[in-house]
Every structure is written in structure tokens, then in C-alpha cells.
């Protein structure tokens, strides 16, 4: 007997393989787990994710309103929907190349945070950022032990 390939759809009780079971009378795809005999149809997540992923970014940086982004013009639908989108963090990949001028500053933000940025003074290209509760030595060098050492530093 073969064994299921690691792409195929995973159960969502007991995580083991399914196997495809039919169709459905629209024409969906039926799936049925083999250990626990769950049968149903997985929607495609990672298309419809996408889908929301570009509304909500054509919306938070574009000039669009919520309701005209939408597809059916409902604001309060797109901000349930890509709620989730708010949760994904911006991976900045680690800075490797001396830069001539580097400008830092900090951006206090709700509930007591503060958020350090080191920018390149040049292109405006972001290099690293920072956590911490307030502006410190300790917050700044953590922010600049992950970036080399410029020519010019500008805070």
C-alpha cells in the first residue's frame, strides 16, 4: 500500500491523511479521513488568504475607503474579514552593508510602548527596529548591535 504524500490534506480532528471521496452536486471536491471517517470539503485557505491579504493592503496603502475595497462595498465586512491581517509581523531582513548615515528615532505608541527605528539616511530604506517601554542606552544599543556601525549617526 502507498503512503500519503506530506501534501496531502490533513484531518482537522485527528490530523492524519484524507483521501479524496467525491464530489459534491456544485462540483466541490470531497475529502474523507482515513483513520476517523470525517468527510467534507476543505476550502482552499491559502487563495482566499491571499485574496484578503491584497484587499486589506490595496486599502491600508492605498487612497481607497474600506467600503469601495470591498467586493460587495460592506466596510464593516472587509474589517472582520482581514482582521487577521493586523497580527502578521514584518520580517526586515538583517542588515549586512555599512551605510554612510544612519538615522534613528523612537515612536511612542499606546499602552506605554515605544517603538525604535534605524533608517537609512539616504535611500530611507528601514534597517531595524526596537521594542522597549522607553527610550534607553540599553534599547538603543540592542537596536544597533544587529546593524554595522555607520560613518554618521543622526537621533
Not at 487612497?63 to 460587495?72: E, L
Request: aromatic share 6%; hydrophobic share 35%; net charge positive.
Amino acid at each position: 500500500m502507498r503512503t500519503k504524500s506530506s501534501k496531502a490534506k490533513k484531518c482537522p480532528v485527528c490530523g492524519s491523511a484524507m483521501k479524496r471521496n467525491g464530489r459534491t452536486r456544485a462540483g466541490t471536491q470531497r475529502w474523507m479521513c482515513v483513520a476517523c471517517s470525517l468527510t467534507g470539503v476543505m476550502r482552499q485557505q491559502d487563495a482566499e488568504r491571499g485574496r484578503q491579504l491584497d484587499a486589506f493592503l490595496g486599502w491600508l496603502l492605498g487612497r481607497a475607503s474600506q467600503s469601495s475595497c470591498d467586493a460587495h462595498g460592506d466596510a464593516r465586512a472587509l474589517r472582520k474579514r482581514t482582521a487577521w491581517c493586523w497580527n502578521i509581523r514584518p520580517e526586515i531582513p538583517p542588515c549586512t552593508v555599512k551605510h554612510h548615515t544612519v538615522m534613528a528615532d523612537g515612536t511612542y505608541m499606546s499602552h506605554g510602548w515605544c517603538l525604535i527605528t534605524a533608517v537609512d539616511g539616504e535611500s530611507g530604506e528601514v534597517l531595524g527596529s526596537q521594542w522597549c517601554p522607553h527610550e534607553s542606552k540599553a534599547a538603543y544599543v540592542a537596536l544597533f548591535s544587529r546593524i554595522p556601525s555607520p560613518d554618521v549617526l543622526v537621533t
